[in-house]
């Protein structure tokens, strides 16, 4: 298990199987939060005078008006470049955590893991892995990004191989890591938070009278990676949806300053209910959906034995 013991019991091939599967499951799940979180974090704050309502308010809310004038098929925009993003993203960060921290640790280390080597295999996985899955990234959120367009208007990308095909012809490939930086800032801090957190927390409550390696366990060591990675990556995950749904920035200071000067700094925690809604579900998912999916794939080995 990625949070348990110091020494993988699996192959990295099938770490990285059961790590893309789980991180799917909770894709799947969990997009219609996902596609709430970028509408909120796009949404530019109301100009001193205008009595404009803002067109989207609060995570039930969002989810209500996508629904309502996209159709509820909307809230799933982005699902495919999203399942290519976790297959590549969530299988490398995840599945290379354990190797990449047993090397950080050591051959001949006993005993619990540092809390400071746990976040460095976070912070190196999360980086390493969205180098790689950026693309998948990008697209994901430019189809989130678009709402309902006016009669007669086009959509800009008819799907996501199509969205790959135009950013590349008009864009060109190097497009396709647009955003890289705050990407690989936020991802590197998140994945930390997450893998981290999780690691702590369970190897925390499994010390604690009663509690062993169960379905409980998972839920709370999972609701408490959410709740961390959301508290520390949101301001990153802010820069990085603006830069990815609106190409007018020029890089990530860039974009950082002109959000705050025209939004204030609490627009870095834009849309942070639905963010941890999101995160909070995705990893009690993930995380369980991990936990069954090695435990299937031992069982499985010892069959065979």
């Keep these: 298990m990625v949070a348990g013991d110091s020494k993988s019991d699996l192959s990295l091939p099938k770490t990285f199987a059961c790590s893309a599967f789980a991180a799917s499951v909770g894709e799947v799940c969990t997009i219609p939060l996902d596609t709430a979180k970028v509408r909120l974090q796009l949404q530019k704050s109301a100009i001193a005078g205008d009595i404009t309502q803002p067109k989207y308010r609060g995570l039930l809310g969002t989810v209500g008006t996508i629904a309502r004038e996209e159709g509820l098929r909307s809230l799933w925009k982005g699902v495919v470049p999203g399942l290519h993003r976790q297959c590549l993203f969530g299988g490398l ?24 080597k746990k976040i460095l295999a976070g912070l190196t996985t999360g980086a390493l892995g969205i180098m790689v899955a950026n693309p998948t990234d990008l697209v994901k959120v430019r189809l989130q990004a678009e709402g309902k367009l006016a009669a007669g208007v086009p959509k800009r990308y008819t799907g996501a191989l199509n969205a790959y095909l135009t950013i590349v012809r008009q ?9 890289l930086g705050p990407n690989v800032a936020r991802s590197a801090i998140i994945n930390a938070a997450e893998l981290a ?9 499994l010390k604690v009278p009663g509690f062993t390696d169960n379905v409980v366990t998972h839920i709370l060591s999972g609701l408490g990676a959410g709740f961390f ?5 949101s301001p990153v ?26 939004d204030g700094p609490m627009a870095f925690y834009k849309g942070f209910i639905p963010n941890f809604g999101r995160l909070g579900s995705w990893n009690v998912i993930m995380f369980l959906t991990l936990e069954q999916a090695k435990k299937y794939v031992r069982e499985l080995e010892s069959s065979k034995k």
């Design 237 to 262: 995950d802010v820069v990085k949806s603006r830069m990815m749904g609106d190409s007018a920035y020029k890089n990530t200071i860039d974009c950082f300053v002109k959000t705050l000067k025209s």
């Design 171 to 179: 864009e060109g490939v190097r497009a396709l890591w647009t955003g």
């Design 93 to 116: 960060r995840i599945g290379m955590y354990e190797p990449v921290k047993n090397l950080y640790v050591g051959k001949e280390h006993v005993g619990d893991v540092p809390l400071s």
């Design 229 to 233: 990675a959301v508290c520390i990556g």
């Design 197 to 205: 957190s999780y690691d702590q927390v369970k190897q925390t409550i």
